[in-house]
C-alpha cells in the first residue's frame, strides 16, 4: 500500500471538472466550493441542490454526457459517473494531458484522494486512509467535525 502525502494546496485560481452528479460528487462539490476558483459539473441527471448552485451561480452545470472537450481549460477532474468504464477513459484522456485526476470507482487510477474536510476558519482539517478504509476516513473526519466545531457533513 502506498501513503498518501498530504498536500494542502491555494485552488482559488483553478478550475475543477466534475463528471457526474451523484451522490458521491455532489458531496464532493459542495465540499469544493470554498476552496476552487470555478466548478463546472457535466452530468445528465443532478439532484435539485446541485441545479441550485447552478441557479445561484456558485458552479456551471451542464445536463448532458461527458465529452473529451469538457477537458479544456480543465486543471483538476473529479469523476464519478457510476460506470467504471467510463471513469478509466476520462482518467485516460485526464493523463494524456497531464490533468490530475480522482476516478470514485477505482483509486488505483487516482492521482489524488478526495480528503474528508472538518473545518473551522482558518483551520481546516483533511482525513484520508489512503483509500483503504472509507469508513475509517467517515468516522474520523466526523470526530473532527464534533472536536471543531463543524456541522456540514462531507
Do not use: Q, W
Not at 127 to 153: C, I, M, N, P
Amino acid at each position: 500500500m502506498s501513503l498518501y502525502f498530504p498536500l494542502f494546496m491555494d485552488l482559488s485560481e483553478k478550475n475543477v471538472l466534475f463528471v457526474g452528479a451523484g451522490r458521491v460528487n455532489t458531496g464532493r462539490i459542495k465540499t469544493m466550493l470554498d476552496f476552487v476558483g470555478s466548478i463546472k459539473v457535466v452530468s445528465p441527471e443532478a439532484d435539485a441542490s446541485i441545479v441550485a448552485l447552478d441557479e445561484e451561480g456558485r458552479i456551471s452545470l451542464h445536463r448532458r454526457r461527458f465529452d473529451e472537450r469538457d477537458l479544456d481549460g480543465a486543471d483538476i477532474v473529479i469523476t464519478s459517473t457510476g460506470h467504471a468504464g467510463t471513469d478509466v477513459r476520462i482518467a485516460g484522456m485526464c493523463r494524456r494531458r497531464g490533468i490530475l485526476v480522482n476516478a470514485a470507482s477505482d483509486k488505483t487510477i487516482c492521482d489524488f484522494y478526495f480528503p474528508g474536510i472538518a473545518r473551522k476558519d482558518p483551520l481546516v482539517v483533511g482525513v484520508t486512509s489512503s483509500g483503504e478504509d472509507h469508513s475509517l476516513t467517515a468516522k474520523a473526519s466526523a470526530y473532527f467535525r464534533k472536536l471543531l466545531g463543524d456541522k456540514r457533513d462531507d
